[in-house]
């Protein structure tokens, strides 16, 4: 089944502690990226990748890292959370970002609570 | 920065009724496209519509867009409890080198009572 896979879906941590939230795909997409959702704010973009060892900033990146070394993973890192980090995050992909017409597959998103 | 906006922010129906939300975006675009997020899931694809579209269908979905007023609309057809969701639009934005990046709106919370 063509999926969009994140770990953990729930984490409870606190302030400082370096943590990685994973995404995985199965469908050999090239683009993949990282969207943090907050009441009132919507989907926001925190970085994107458009190929191996190629990525960029979205719209919210600070305090968050990433790394694309194979296609098919993309982790998050936040190398020292903070509680303004607390948020639902999602992973997607597509099969490509050349072109506009590239609907996005989503994971179903990790939970995060940095107290 | 926000592309699209949807409007209402959340309605309520009876099951049975359609239910329409629309969205409205700032800048040219090639196409929009709508998803749908169940309560703690991630979003699902529903339909893109090209820009030189003006309508299109999806079972009970109907999807317009007006590029002159820069707005779409997402119509839900007899509407099932099921249905009961937020719905986003979505818009490309060019990120340089022919790739793009989407741009979500901040949703319509739908609720469809059985």
């Known amino acids: 089944e063509a999926q969009v896979t994140q770990n953990p879906r729930y984490l409870i941590t606190v302030t400082g502690k370096k943590l990685t939230v994973t995404c995985s795909q199965n469908?050999?997409?090239?683009?993949m990226s990282w969207y943090r959702q907050d009441p009132g704010l919507g989907l926001r973009q925190i970085y994107y990748?458009?190929?191996?060892?190629?990525?960029d900033k979205g719209d919210v990146p600070e305090g968050y890292k990433v790394s694309r070394k194979e296609k098919r993973n993309f982790p998050l890192i936040l190398e020292s959370p903070s509680p303004n980090q607390t948020s639902l995050y999602f992973c997607?992909?597509?099969?490509?970002?050349?072109?506009?017409?590239?609907?996005?597959?989503f994971g179903d998103g990790t939970r995060l609570s940095i107290l | 920065s926000q592309q699209g906006e949807e409007d209402p922010q959340a309605l309520s129906i009876q099951e049975g009724e359609n239910a329409t939300m629309n969205c409205s975006y700032k800048?040219?675009?090639?196409?929009l496209q709508w998803y749908r997020q169940n309560s703690g899931r991630g979003l699902v694809h529903l339909i893109l519509?090209?820009?030189?579209?003006r309508e299109k269908h999806s079972g009970r979905l109907r999807v317009t867009l007006d590029t002159s007023k820069k707005s779409s609309s997402l119509l839900i057809t007899a509407s099932r409890a099921a249905d009961t969701a937020s719905y986003f639009c979505?818009?490309?934005?060019?990120?340089?080198?022919?790739?793009?990046?989407?741009?979500f709106g901040k949703g319509t919370k739908l609720s469809v009572i059985p």
């Open positions: 997607a992909s597509s099969p490509s970002s050349l072109g506009s017409n590239q609907p996005q597959h």
């Open positions: 469908m050999n997409h090239e683009y």
């Open positions: 990748s458009m190929n191996v060892e190629v990525t």
């Open positions: 800048t040219s675009i090639n196409n």
């Open positions: 519509i090209r820009s030189n579209e």
């Open positions: 979505a818009t490309p934005t060019y990120s340089g080198a022919g790739s793009y990046q989407l741009t």
